[in-house]
T-cell receptor, first 111, second 114 residues
Framework: GQQVMQIPQYQHVQEGEDFTTYCNSS?????IQWYKQRPGGHPVFLIQLVKSGEVKKQKRLTFQFGEAKKNSSLHITATQTTDVGTYFCAGNTGTASKLTFGTGTRLQVTL | GAVVSQHPSRVICKSGTSVKIECRSL??????MFWYRQFPKKSLMLMATSNEGSKATYEQGVEKDKFLINHASLTLSTLTVTSAHPEDSSFYICSASRGETEAFFGQGTRLTVV
């Protein structure tokens, strides 16, 4: 079945440092979504990428979708303590909203 | 808009009893709802897809007689964990779709079976 892997599993940075998580799917995706889950919380939708090679920005967050639509990345510039949480990519192969979640990257930010 | 409410947020039950979890879309009609399970520090694992008025589609390895899903209306889906055992303890999360690819998640239910 479809697998979506993320690296790293965990990253600890100091506030102000940059952070990147990479997402790789075993199959070609229709689109990819990114979610953030705070400790004890539920996943919150961040963004969706649809086009091959697409790049989207949200303030300090930059999202990329690979040319082959099998990988994606999320880059955070100048992390803040509010960025703490687990970031999941989730792949969609066409069926509306049926997502295969990546393994997640837990980000810890300290002062 | 697009609020999904899940209830209860936490439940503790005894082994052998059944627990029902509700997932409601408050301000939209959900054509499809999804149920996920999440173990501590792990990813979300899709359990089943639920369409209003039809039988749920379960993912491979998920026991349909163990995890009963009912999607009686366009705003409500329920997951019943039957004859719960300690290994069923987990975080269960629903999501709802209104036909687009974005899914809206409930707050999750932390189930502890003692």
């Amino acid at each position: 079945g479809q697998q979506v892997m993320q690296i790293p599993q965990y990253q600890h940075v100091q506030e102000g440092e940059d952070f990147t998580t990479y997402c790789n799917s075993s199959t070609t995706l229709s689109n990819i979504q990114w979610y953030k889950q705070r400790p004890g919380g539920h996943p919150v939708f961040l963004i969706q990428l649809v086009k091959s090679g697409e790049v989207k920005k949200q303030k300090r967050l930059t999202f990329q979708f690979g040319e082959a639509k099998k990988n994606s990345s999320l880059h955070i510039t100048a992390t803040q303590t509010t960025d703490v949480g687990t970031y999941f990519c989730a792949g969609n192969t066409g069926t509306a909203s049926k997502l295969t979640f990546g393994t997640g990257t837990r980000l810890q930010v300290t002062l | 808009g697009a609020v999904v409410s899940q209830h209860p947020s936490r439940v503790i039950c005894k082994s052998g009893t059944s627990v029902k979890i509700e997932c409601r879309s408050l301000d939209f009609q959900a054509t499809t709802m999804f149920w996920y399970r999440q173990f501590p520090k792990k990813s979300l694992m899709l359990m089943a897809t639920s369409n209003e008025g039809s039988k749920a589609t379960y993912e491979q390895g998920v026991e349909k007689d163990k995890f009963l899903i009912n999607h009686a209306s366009l705003t409500l889906s329920t997951l019943t964990v039957t004859s719960a055992h300690p290994e069923d303890s987990s975080f269960y999360i629903c999501s709802a779709s209104r036909g687009e690819t974005e899914a809206f998640f409930g707050q999750g239910t932390r189930l502890t079976v003692v």
